[in-house]
């Protein structure tokens, strides 16, 4: 957990994915002053919803948080959700996961005061169990499921951020505005696992970005080229901490029209367009 005079915010990010459905859960808690609460949030390719929750309704335990009578953790996700409008309920059980090798801020985990900090607990992992949103089955039988986090302040002012699971692996990466003492620079962090091998690309190893228009971001380190594009958007509203106020409006395509390519020297190791895509696009063109 993190704390602060001027805010926090804890969260995490379940994605479980088959070939025809996305639902993705964020459970958080976020503090501003005095005022503590927790919220879990609910997309699909569909729709979008914000539950907040009093501070006494979360708790954590190891690798486990409760909000109410909903569960997240290494084994799966328990939902129970009922509010106007919404009500989800179901279990989603979690094969072995995939962490990474170490920490996905390498060095940068080191430095305090940081606005935002990053996690990956799982790249990969199968994902078993039924969950109802508002009457509809969301039904996952060995499917594909991906788990993060971040804690901190603030969520970057821009940043762009995807996420997509293929055979044989899966990918991550981000681009995002860094403030630092006074100055701010273009932080970059990103994982491609692909048949058991961990491909990482960041700031911290001599990565940079040598494109980013059209919604479109490419990324070179050393022989390492990285590029996402955003081909066709579904994006739903969410809720971001602004220190520590889900007071700011982000838009997540949890399953859209994406392209990618994965370059080392000159072979080229992925080129794929995929439907089954997440996307956030938070980002000024220049």
């Known amino acids: 957990m993190v704390s602060g005079k001027n805010g926090w915010f804890y969260g995490w990010y379940f994605k479980c994915q088959s070939d025809t459905q996305t639902l993705a859960v964020i459970p958080a808690v976020h503090q501003t002053g005095r005022k ?7 997309i699909t390719e569909k729709q979008s919803w914000m539950v907040p929750m009093p501070e006494k309704a979360f708790r954590k335990r190891g690798r486990t948080i409760f909000i109410g009578k909903n569960r997240f953790g290494e084994r799966g996700i328990r939902l129970a959700v ?5 009500q989800v309920k179901g279990k989603l ?6 962490p990474l090798k170490y920490n996905i801020m390498g060095p940068f985990s080191f430095i305090p005061f940081l606005e935002c900090r990053h996690s990956i607990w799982s790249m990969k992992h199968k994902v078993w ?10 039904t996952f039988d060995g499917a594909e499921g991906y788990w993060e986090g971040d804690r901190g302040r603030s969520f970057p ?3 762009i951020w995807t996420q997509c699971s293929f055979p044989g692996g899966s990918l991550m990466l981000s681009v995002a505005d860094i403030p630092m003492a006074g100055f701010h620079f273009q932080g970059i962090i990103g994982v491609v696992v692909l048949d058991g091998r961990e491909y990482r690309l960041a700031t911290y190893l001599g990565a940079r970005t040598a494109a980013v228009r059209n919604r479109m971001v490419r990324v070179i380190q050393g022989g390492l080229e990285l590029e996402a594009e955003l081909l066709e958007e579904t994006e739903k509203p969410l809720k971001a901490p602004a220190r520590g106020e889900m007071v700011r409006t982000i838009h997540e395509s949890a399953a859209c029209r994406a392209r990618y390519r994965f370059r080392k020297g000159n072979r080229m190791l992925l080129a794929f367009e995929t439907e089954r ?5 938070e980002y000024r063109e220049k």
Do not use: D
């Open 129 to 138: 169990g039924k969950v109802s949103v508002n009457g509809e089955t969301y």
């Open 82 to 86: 009922c509010a106007p409008g919404l």
């Open 93 to 98: 059980i979690f094969g072995t996961l995939f």
């Open 277 to 281: 895509a997440s996307f956030e696009y």
């Open 157 to 159: 002012k821009e940043y």
């Open 36 to 42: 503590r609460t927790c919220s879990v949030q609910i």
